[in-house]
């Protein structure tokens, strides 16, 4: 089975550009070609949050319409940047979460070799993340209906501080909490979240947990943070996580960029 993960695409109304500067949807664009052209096909496509850049609704409509090229099926969740109703309103088929009062987007994706298990991050109008008690008792049942499949959770925000000052300042309210469920099931393979703008790999409460980079810019690495925050926009890139013929969850880099080559291994 194959999962493309695409993280903090923070798409810009038509025409616009992420903080003047950002070609999101171009970027967009160019991920969702590559991912297209992958010989083999992903079997789904994940978004780790922050689809949108400022949660408009041109935004939402501008992301729907350049994901509706991906040749599979795709799942979204909310990060910081996403209205919670707006983003259930645009991709209701691609979030089938059950209304709660609080409109979390949670929901298990239960037809593939891995079980994928959506948990919503995000606190309105916050950049930091939080599992209250309602999300995480939600999740424990949702993990002890089946403890033996292979199984991936994905959320927006990091449940772990990965180091860099930017991201970690933002914090993450019950990430104890979510220790002490994680720690029941050995068959989670890895938690896989967005948030960060950097690709990260921790380990977090006995497993693994995986920042993607973004596909709308990438955080300068800054590990002292001497300076204010600044993003550079480079090729996108996005993760590929594969669970291969020997039972094992593999985790791979791929950027949506024009290459020299490929040559084979020989003298050209
Ligand atoms: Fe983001
Ligand atoms: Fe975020």
């Known amino acids: 089975m194959l999962i493309a993960q695409i993280s903090d695409t923070h798409v810009a109304s038509t025409g616009k550009k992420a903080y003047g500067v950002a070609p999101t949807i171009e970027n967009l664009e160019t991920c969702v070609e590559n991912i297209n052209q992958l010989d083999p096909k992903p079997d789904l496509v994940l978004l780790t949050g922050d689809i949108t850049n400022t949660s408009q609704t041109e935004e939402f409509e ?3 319409t350049l994901l509706n090229n991906l040749d599979m099926p795709y799942f979204v969740i909310p ?5 919670r109703l707006k983003l259930k309103t645009t991709f209701d088929k691609h979030c089938p979460a059950v209304p709660t009062p609080q409109n979390f987007i949670q929901y298990v994706v239960d037809d593939y070799e891995i079980r994928l298990i959506a948990v919503d991050s995000t606190i309105p109008k916050e950049a930091g993340g939080e599992l209250c008690q309602t999300r995480l008792t939600w999740l424990d049942e949702q993990l002890a209906k ?7 959770i994905f959320m927006h925000h990091p449940p772990v501080k990965v180091g860099v000052i930017e991201a970690d300042i933002d914090g993450f309210i019950g990430s104890k ?4 469920i994680v720690k029941k099931y050995h068959n989670i393979e890895q938690i896989i979240c967005g948030h960060v703008h950097l690709q990260t790999h921790t380990r977090c409460h006995g497993t693994m947990v995986t920042t993607a980079p973004s596909v709308g810019m990438e955080l ?17 890139s996005y993760l590929l996580h594969y669970w291969t013929p020997y039972n094992n969850l593999v985790t791979h880099t791929i950027s949506a960029r024009k290459t020299d080559g490929p040559y084979l291994f020989e003298e050209q």
């Open 220 to 236: 300068v690495l800054d590990l002292t943070l001497k300076k204010p925050p600044q993003f550079v926009i480079e090729p996108p």
């Open 146 to 152: 089946d403890t033996d499949k292979p199984t991936i």
């Open 79 to 83: 990060g910081n940047h996403d209205d």
């Open 177 to 180: 909490q979510l220790g002490k």
């Open 62 to 64: 501008q992301a729907l």
